[in-house]
Protein backbone atom coordinates (compact mmCIF):
# COMPACT_ATOMS: atom_id res chain seq x y z
CA UNK A 1 0.00 0.00 0.00
CA UNK A 2 1.18 3.57 -0.98
CA UNK A 3 2.13 5.39 2.27
CA UNK A 4 2.33 9.39 2.41
CA UNK A 5 4.87 11.01 4.36
CA UNK A 6 3.38 14.10 5.66
CA UNK A 7 4.97 15.34 8.34
CA UNK A 8 0.86 15.29 9.70
CA UNK A 9 -2.42 13.54 8.93
CA UNK A 10 -5.45 15.47 10.11
CA UNK A 11 -8.28 13.35 10.81
CA UNK A 12 -11.44 12.93 12.63
CA UNK A 13 -11.03 11.39 16.26
CA UNK A 14 -10.73 10.13 18.77
CA UNK A 15 -8.69 7.12 17.91
CA UNK A 16 -10.24 3.87 16.52
CA UNK A 17 -12.43 6.06 14.12
CA UNK A 18 -13.28 4.34 10.39
CA UNK A 19 -11.03 7.56 9.66
CA UNK A 20 -8.42 6.91 12.11
CA UNK A 21 -8.24 3.61 10.40
CA UNK A 22 -7.71 4.65 6.99
CA UNK A 23 -5.39 7.49 8.04
CA UNK A 24 -3.11 4.37 9.95
CA UNK A 25 -3.29 2.47 6.36
CA UNK A 26 -1.28 5.06 4.59
CA UNK A 27 0.60 7.03 7.21
CA UNK A 28 4.39 6.79 7.33
CA UNK A 29 6.22 5.96 10.09
CA UNK A 30 7.32 9.34 10.73
CA UNK A 31 3.80 10.85 10.28
CA UNK A 32 2.15 12.02 13.18
CA UNK A 33 -2.26 11.72 12.85
CA UNK A 34 -3.85 14.70 14.66
CA UNK A 35 -7.18 14.15 15.92
CA UNK A 36 -10.18 17.11 15.18
CA UNK A 37 -13.82 16.91 16.42
CA UNK A 38 -15.25 17.45 12.99
CA UNK A 39 -14.32 17.05 9.44
CA UNK A 40 -14.36 20.55 8.66
CA UNK A 41 -11.98 21.07 11.62
CA UNK A 42 -9.60 18.71 10.17
CA UNK A 43 -9.60 20.09 6.19
CA UNK A 44 -9.54 24.00 7.92
CA UNK A 45 -6.17 23.02 9.89
CA UNK A 46 -5.20 21.31 7.02
CA UNK A 47 -5.33 24.06 4.50
CA UNK A 48 -3.07 26.35 7.07
CA UNK A 49 -0.04 24.11 6.69
CA UNK A 50 1.24 22.52 3.08
CA UNK A 51 3.41 20.11 5.29
CA UNK A 52 0.31 18.32 6.46
CA UNK A 53 -2.47 16.29 4.71
CA UNK A 54 -6.12 14.75 6.02
CA UNK A 55 -8.21 12.06 5.44
CA UNK A 56 -12.03 12.54 5.48
CA UNK A 57 -14.86 10.42 4.13
CA UNK A 58 -16.63 12.04 0.75
CA UNK A 59 -19.24 9.49 0.12
CA UNK A 60 -20.72 6.10 0.82
CA UNK A 61 -22.45 4.22 -0.82
CA UNK A 62 -25.42 3.80 0.73
CA UNK A 63 -26.13 7.73 2.22
CA UNK A 64 -24.48 9.32 -0.54
CA UNK A 65 -22.10 12.49 -0.62
CA UNK A 66 -20.52 13.92 2.95
CA UNK A 67 -21.25 17.66 1.47
CA UNK A 68 -19.66 19.45 3.74
CA UNK A 69 -16.34 17.50 2.51
CA UNK A 70 -17.00 18.22 -0.71
CA UNK A 71 -17.50 21.71 -0.69
CA UNK A 72 -14.46 22.37 1.38
CA UNK A 73 -12.20 21.18 -1.44
CA UNK A 74 -13.22 24.19 -3.36
CA UNK A 75 -13.65 26.87 -0.73
CA UNK A 76 -10.49 25.76 1.27
CA UNK A 77 -8.11 25.38 -2.02
CA UNK A 78 -7.36 21.80 -1.61
CA UNK A 79 -6.15 18.89 -3.52
CA UNK A 80 -7.18 15.42 -3.63
CA UNK A 81 -3.86 12.78 -4.01
CA UNK A 82 -5.36 9.63 -3.31
CA UNK A 83 -8.59 7.68 -2.30
CA UNK A 84 -9.18 4.64 -0.25
CA UNK A 85 -12.61 2.53 0.04
CA UNK A 86 -13.52 1.08 2.93
CA UNK A 87 -16.17 -1.29 4.19
CA UNK A 88 -17.85 0.06 6.99
CA UNK A 89 -19.88 -2.32 9.60
CA UNK A 90 -21.60 -0.97 12.88
CA UNK A 91 -22.64 -2.74 16.09
CA UNK A 92 -25.15 -1.87 18.45
CA UNK A 93 -24.53 -1.34 22.36
CA UNK A 94 -26.93 -1.59 24.88
CA UNK A 95 -27.32 -2.41 28.58
CA UNK A 96 -30.82 -3.50 28.91
CA UNK A 97 -34.12 -3.96 26.67
CA UNK A 98 -34.09 -2.13 23.84
CA UNK A 99 -38.12 -1.69 24.37
CA UNK A 100 -36.28 0.87 27.71
CA UNK A 101 -34.06 2.33 25.80
CA UNK A 102 -34.47 6.12 26.42
CA UNK A 103 -31.41 7.28 24.49
CA UNK A 104 -29.18 6.22 21.95
CA UNK A 105 -26.12 7.59 20.59
CA UNK A 106 -25.01 8.17 17.17
CA UNK A 107 -22.69 9.95 14.45
CA UNK A 108 -25.64 11.66 11.76
CA UNK A 109 -23.54 9.49 9.08
CA UNK A 110 -24.08 6.22 10.93
CA UNK A 111 -27.84 6.91 12.10
CA UNK A 112 -28.52 7.34 8.15
CA UNK A 113 -26.62 4.23 7.39
CA UNK A 114 -28.58 2.45 10.29
CA UNK A 115 -31.62 4.33 9.70
CA UNK A 116 -34.25 1.20 9.20
CA UNK A 117 -32.52 -1.19 12.12
CA UNK A 118 -32.90 1.82 14.48
CA UNK A 119 -36.52 2.50 13.43
CA UNK A 120 -37.23 -1.35 13.75
CA UNK A 121 -35.80 -1.47 17.20
CA UNK A 122 -35.51 1.86 18.92
CA UNK A 123 -38.82 3.50 17.59
CA UNK A 124 -39.19 5.24 21.12
CA UNK A 125 -35.54 6.27 21.95
CA UNK A 126 -34.30 9.96 21.13
CA UNK A 127 -31.34 10.22 19.21
CA UNK A 128 -28.45 11.91 20.76
CA UNK A 129 -25.68 13.05 18.25
CA UNK A 130 -21.46 12.62 18.78
CA UNK A 131 -18.90 14.12 17.30
CA UNK A 132 -17.81 10.42 15.71
CA UNK A 133 -17.92 6.99 15.90
CA UNK A 134 -16.00 6.32 18.32
CA UNK A 135 -17.35 9.18 20.63
CA UNK A 136 -21.08 7.37 20.36
CA UNK A 137 -19.49 4.38 22.30
CA UNK A 138 -17.63 7.05 25.22
CA UNK A 139 -20.77 9.10 25.81
CA UNK A 140 -22.74 5.42 26.28
CA UNK A 141 -20.16 4.37 28.65
CA UNK A 142 -20.20 7.87 30.35
CA UNK A 143 -24.31 7.15 30.79
CA UNK A 144 -23.34 3.93 32.09
CA UNK A 145 -22.54 5.37 35.29
CA UNK A 146 -25.95 7.06 35.80
CA UNK A 147 -27.73 3.96 35.58
CA UNK A 148 -29.48 4.78 32.81
CA UNK A 149 -30.92 2.68 29.49
CA UNK A 150 -28.89 3.55 26.70
CA UNK A 151 -27.31 2.49 23.54
CA UNK A 152 -24.92 3.48 21.18
CA UNK A 153 -24.66 2.72 17.41
CA UNK A 154 -20.57 1.96 16.55
CA UNK A 155 -18.03 0.49 14.56
CA UNK A 156 -17.61 -3.36 15.18
CA UNK A 157 -14.10 -2.89 16.55
CA UNK A 158 -15.19 -0.95 19.37
CA UNK A 159 -17.90 -2.99 20.05
CA UNK A 160 -15.52 -5.84 20.00
CA UNK A 161 -13.63 -3.84 22.93
CA UNK A 162 -17.41 -3.66 25.50
CA UNK A 163 -18.16 -7.33 24.20
CA UNK A 164 -20.69 -7.70 27.16
CA UNK A 165 -22.54 -4.67 26.31
CA UNK A 166 -23.39 -6.18 22.42
CA UNK A 167 -26.72 -6.48 21.04
CA UNK A 168 -26.61 -6.58 17.63
CA UNK A 169 -23.66 -6.54 15.12
CA UNK A 170 -23.78 -5.68 11.23
CA UNK A 171 -26.66 -3.39 11.94
CA UNK A 172 -25.74 -1.17 8.83
CA UNK A 173 -28.84 -1.45 6.24
CA UNK A 174 -26.71 -2.95 3.54
CA UNK A 175 -24.08 -5.06 4.52
CA UNK A 176 -22.24 -3.81 1.30
CA UNK A 177 -21.90 -0.42 3.23
CA UNK A 178 -18.58 1.12 1.55
CA UNK A 179 -17.61 4.82 2.26
CA UNK A 180 -15.22 6.54 -0.15
CA UNK A 181 -12.16 8.16 1.63
CA UNK A 182 -9.84 11.18 0.15
CA UNK A 183 -6.13 11.97 1.12
CA UNK A 184 -6.06 15.77 0.28
CA UNK A 185 -3.53 18.42 0.67
CA UNK A 186 -3.22 22.46 0.32
CA UNK A 187 -3.10 23.43 -3.00
CA UNK A 188 -0.18 25.05 -4.05
CA UNK A 189 0.97 27.71 -6.97
CA UNK A 190 3.31 24.74 -8.63
CA UNK A 191 1.06 21.74 -8.07
CA UNK A 192 0.43 19.79 -11.79
CA UNK A 193 -1.94 17.14 -12.49
CA UNK A 194 -0.59 13.84 -14.08
CA UNK A 195 -3.68 12.14 -16.14
CA UNK A 196 -2.04 8.87 -16.43
CA UNK A 197 -3.55 8.84 -12.50
CA UNK A 198 -6.95 6.48 -12.51
CA UNK A 199 -9.22 9.47 -11.76
CA UNK A 200 -9.91 13.16 -12.34
CA UNK A 201 -12.49 15.28 -9.88
CA UNK A 202 -13.19 18.67 -11.03
CA UNK A 203 -15.86 21.53 -9.88
CA UNK A 204 -17.73 23.48 -12.65
CA UNK A 205 -19.47 26.12 -12.68
CA UNK A 206 -21.46 27.84 -15.59
CA UNK A 207 -21.15 31.04 -16.85
CA UNK A 208 -24.64 31.93 -17.56
CA UNK A 209 -28.10 30.51 -16.93
CA UNK A 210 -29.85 29.35 -19.92
CA UNK A 211 -31.58 26.35 -21.36
CA UNK A 212 -29.23 23.01 -22.77
CA UNK A 213 -26.11 23.79 -20.73
CA UNK A 214 -26.28 20.36 -18.73
CA UNK A 215 -26.23 18.97 -22.51
CA UNK A 216 -23.33 20.61 -23.57
CA UNK A 217 -21.52 19.81 -20.53
CA UNK A 218 -21.62 16.28 -20.96
CA UNK A 219 -21.18 16.68 -24.82
CA UNK A 220 -17.67 17.57 -24.05
CA UNK A 221 -17.27 14.61 -21.89
CA UNK A 222 -18.62 12.40 -24.85
CA UNK A 223 -16.69 14.34 -27.75
CA UNK A 224 -13.43 13.06 -25.52
CA UNK A 225 -14.41 9.31 -24.58
CA UNK A 226 -14.74 10.37 -21.15
CA UNK A 227 -16.79 7.50 -18.77
CA UNK A 228 -17.72 9.64 -15.96
CA UNK A 229 -17.47 7.77 -12.51
CA UNK A 230 -20.23 10.92 -10.75
CA UNK A 231 -22.15 13.88 -11.68
CA UNK A 232 -23.67 15.90 -8.63
CA UNK A 233 -25.40 19.11 -8.85
CA UNK A 234 -25.06 21.31 -5.62
CA UNK A 235 -26.47 24.74 -4.68
CA UNK A 236 -24.23 28.00 -5.32
CA UNK A 237 -22.90 29.37 -1.90
CA UNK A 238 -23.12 32.72 -3.54
CA UNK A 239 -26.53 32.83 -5.68
CA UNK A 240 -29.85 31.40 -5.03
CA UNK A 241 -31.34 28.87 -6.95
CA UNK A 242 -28.20 28.87 -9.31
CA UNK A 243 -26.07 25.33 -9.11
CA UNK A 244 -22.63 23.83 -9.83
CA UNK A 245 -21.43 20.90 -10.71
CA UNK A 246 -19.28 18.62 -8.67
CA UNK A 247 -17.47 15.34 -11.64
CA UNK A 248 -15.71 12.35 -11.26
CA UNK A 249 -14.57 10.81 -14.31
CA UNK A 250 -12.21 7.76 -15.56
CA UNK A 251 -8.75 9.58 -17.36
CA UNK A 252 -7.93 8.37 -20.79
CA UNK A 253 -5.10 9.64 -22.96
CA UNK A 254 -7.85 12.63 -23.88
CA UNK A 255 -7.84 13.95 -20.61
CA UNK A 256 -5.60 16.97 -21.05
CA UNK A 257 -7.73 17.83 -24.21
CA UNK A 258 -11.37 17.36 -22.64
CA UNK A 259 -10.46 19.51 -19.70
CA UNK A 260 -9.06 22.15 -22.29
CA UNK A 261 -11.79 22.21 -24.31
CA UNK A 262 -14.04 22.77 -20.75
CA UNK A 263 -11.52 25.84 -20.06
CA UNK A 264 -12.56 27.11 -23.20
CA UNK A 265 -16.20 26.83 -23.27
CA UNK A 266 -18.82 28.18 -21.43
CA UNK A 267 -18.04 26.43 -18.26
CA UNK A 268 -15.51 27.59 -14.91
CA UNK A 269 -13.49 24.22 -14.65
CA UNK A 270 -11.48 23.89 -11.40
CA UNK A 271 -9.42 20.73 -11.31
CA UNK A 272 -9.43 18.88 -7.55
CA UNK A 273 -7.38 16.51 -8.17
CA UNK A 274 -5.86 13.69 -10.45
CA UNK A 275 -5.43 10.06 -8.12
CA UNK A 276 -5.60 6.82 -8.06
CA UNK A 277 -7.65 4.24 -5.59
CA UNK A 278 -5.32 2.97 -2.59
CA UNK A 279 -6.15 -0.70 -2.54
CA UNK A 280 -7.50 -1.25 0.55
Given amino acids: MHKFTYQSIFTLGPPGTFSDEVAQKVRSASTTIIYTRTFTEALIQLSQDASTAAVVPVENSVAGIVAQVQELLVSEDLIIVGEINLRVCYALLANGPLDEVVTHYAHPQALEQTSNFVAHHLPVSHVEFSHSNVDSGVQFLKALEQKKRVAAIVPLSFAEKHSEYIHSTDIQDYKNNTTRFLIVQKRSPNDSFDFTQEKT ?18 SVFNKFDINLCRLESRPSKETPWFYVFYVDFTNNEQTQSCIESLQNSFFRCKILGSYSLIPS
Fill in 201 to 218: SLFVEFKEDRAGLLYELL
